[in-house]
């Protein structure tokens, strides 16, 4: 890469920063549905939980992590079914209005785990993290394929609003040569760049 145009180099950093992320992220999700299914397979454990559960008014739903992989499968699609003959931008905003509503009522879980004392808020948050990168997965998934381009160039458009808005007012708060927008979970970039 040396010797070639800024404007190159630049490109380049930008997709390999991007295909980092994207890797990151995948392993993460594998990491986080092995832990998860060492806790789903521990009945002590889910006993536990499904105590706390129930302190929580929602209803009773005892199912193995493929299940609740299938039924998140079956939410993406039925929200997002009705939106498949829209313009691509439509879906997004549909699909960033759905995952922030997924976030705001699991948050709102964990929070009533949280003030209740849960014993098993650690497993909670857990299956929480792992729910909300699989959602993220599947979304991303369902706008590549209505926009006939691979899942990582979906990515890259979100990673790319979010650079070109970070990198103004990190420019003017901080003058040093740290690089930005490579850091943090991909999924708060997905969230910050619905916000704007």
Same mark, same amino acid.
């Given at each position: 890469m040396q010797g070639a145009p800024d404007v190159i180099q630049k490109k380049k950093l930008f997709a390999v920063r991007t295909l980092a992320q994207t890797l990151r992220r995948y392993t993460s999700l594998n990491h986080l549905a092995s832990a998860a299914r060492g806790v789903l397979q521990k009945p002590d454990q889910i006993q536990q939980m499904f105590q706390d559960f129930n302190r929580v008014d929602i209803a009773n739903k005892q199912k193995s992590l493929?299940?609740?992989?299938?039924?998140?499968e079956?939410?993406?699609?039925?929200?997002?079914?009705?939106?498949?003959d829209k313009p691509y931008n439509v879906l997004a905003d549909v699909s960033k209005q759905f995952l922030k509503n997924w976030s705001f009522y699991s948050s709102m879980i964990i929070r009533d785990l949280t003030l209740r004392s849960a014993q098993s808020f650690g497993s909670f948050h857990l299956i929480r993290l792992l729910f909300d990168e699989y959602l993220l997965y599947l979304v991303e998934l369902r706008l590549a394929k209505a926009s006939n381009k %691979?899942?990582?160039?979906?990515?890259?458009?979100?990673?790319?609003?979010?650079?070109?808005?970070?990198? %103004?007012?990190?420019?003017?708060?901080?003058?040093?040569?740290?690089?930005y927008g490579s850091s943090g979970s991909f999924?708060?970039?997905?969230?910050?760049s619905t916000e704007v």
């Open positions: 493929e299940q609740w992989a299938e039924w998140m079956a939410v993406v699609d039925q929200v997002l079914a009705k939106y498949h %691979p899942v990582i160039s979906v990515m890259t458009q979100v990673f790319r609003s979010l650079f070109f808005l970070i990198l %103004p007012f990190q420019q003017g708060k901080n003058k040093s040569n740290k690089t999924y708060c970039v997905f969230k910050r």
